[in-house]
């Protein structure tokens, strides 16, 4: 794989310029500040509950899928390894395929796979956007070995022309207040016939 310097971009391809991922961060931090608000919202509403799953569509037209596969773990402050996904999608294709895999993704989670949350972002004027929180970085690492996932991931030169990969922490989890902090970032770019792969630390 290709490593990035913290201020490079790759030539032809400017997905990987730093002042993306700098935006993605922003925007899975602004995420996150809804998801901590959100996740009490259900603890409080449903004190018994164990997980929730429910479409939010905001003031501004904006659509929130969140997926809360187990609410035990919202008592906890311990760190939530999490893992943000951006994806530069193409406008010619029929992503029924894709989005029915996500759903499929989501019926199986909550079987001690150590996920804790799922959030899906759409807003009118910039697309999709997602954010997965996990206990630990070993239960985020085994969540790529689902057959489900696999099968995404393989269909995924399909329906994006690049993506970006993030992951990092979330300090504190959802009693902490503390921002996501970026630790690494992986590019995939799709438009030739070979995938295009590139990774950088944050710095």
């Given at each position: 794989m290709i490593?990035?310097?913290?201020?490079?971009t790759a030539p032809g391809r400017s997905f990987t310029a730093p002042r993306n991922s700098a935006a993605d961060l922003r925007m899975m931090n602004r995420m996150v500040r809804w998801l901590r608000v959100h996740v009490m919202e259900v603890?409080?509403?449903?004190?018994?509950?164990?997980?929730?799953?429910?479409?939010?569509l905001d003031d501004a037209g904006s659509l929130h899928r969140v997926v809360l596969p187990d609410l035990r773990s919202v008592g906890c402050g311990a760190d939530l390894a999490g893992v943000g996904f951006f994806g530069q999608a193409r406008t010619d294709v029929d992503h029924?395929?894709?989005c029915d895999l996500e759903q499929q993704l989501i019926s199986a989670m909550g079987d001690g796979d150590?996920?804790?949350a799922y959030y899906n972002?759409?807003?009118p004027s910039e697309g999709w956007s997602n954010l997965v929180l996990f206990t630990d970085a070993e239960h985020?690492?085994?969540?790529g070995h689902d057959t489900v996932h696999r099968e995404a991931v393989h269909r995924a030169s399909t329906h994006y022309r690049s993506i970006r990969l993030h992951y990092g922490l979330l300090p504190g989890?959802?009693?902490?207040?503390?921002p996501m902090r970026l630790d690494r970032t992986?590019?995939?770019?799709?438009?030739?016939?070979?995938?295009?792969r590139a990774g950088r630390d944050a710095g």
């Open positions: 490593e990035l310097g913290c201020d490079e603890v409080a509403d449903q004190p018994d509950a164990v997980a929730d799953d429910r479409r939010v029924t395929p894709i150590g996920l804790v972002l759409h807003r985020e690492h085994a969540w989890g959802w009693a902490g207040t503390a992986t590019y995939l770019d799709y438009r030739d016939s070979q995938t295009w």
